[in-house]
């Protein structure tokens, strides 16, 4: 792999604008846990600093480490990666499945999806329900979501559970 610093410089690797910061720490965190994790290391943990050369192909600025230490944060508190010790990151059940998804939504980059394919291939995924309501349906979930301060799915799983008999959902 190309040097960053001292002298050397890389092109930065295109990536889709529908791809976050985040799914790039996280694609990136999974590579770098599999890698480990294949080479012997019974937990796979990766840090900071093993991520970020790839990280600033990606996200070539002056402060990526500070961007890096900030994604890693976020994620954590959105449950994706689990910190292992201070500074060592590994990716959770959910944050595969939230890549999973990513994935098949929008499609992740091949640079990104390649090393981690395998893995994603093998990750099961619920399907989210849908449900297609009528507009007088529809207004009245959205008034009692304002309301009650319940999101709009909430508010309509709520209501088939109590009115399943009732109410004519087509799915």
Known sequence: MPQ???????????V???????????ALLAKKNIEKYLGGDSIGAAGYKEILDEFKLYVPHSRAYDILCSCMKSLRQMGRVARVERGKYVITPTGLR???????????????????????NDIK????????LSEEATELANKLSKF??????QVVLEALRLYGGYLRVFR
């Open 125 to 132: 995924c619920k399907p989210r329900e849908r449900f297609l």
């Open 4 to 14: 960053r610093g001292k002298g050397y410089y890389c092109k930065p690797i295109k």
């Open 98 to 120: 939230a890549l999973k998804r990513i994935d098949e939504t929008y499609g992740l980059p091949e640079s990104l999806k390649e090393p981690i394919e395998d893995v994603l």
């Open 16 to 26: 889709p604008e529908y791809i976050s910061i985040k799914t790039i720490a996280l």
């Open 148 to 153: 009650t301060g319940k999101s709009l799915n």
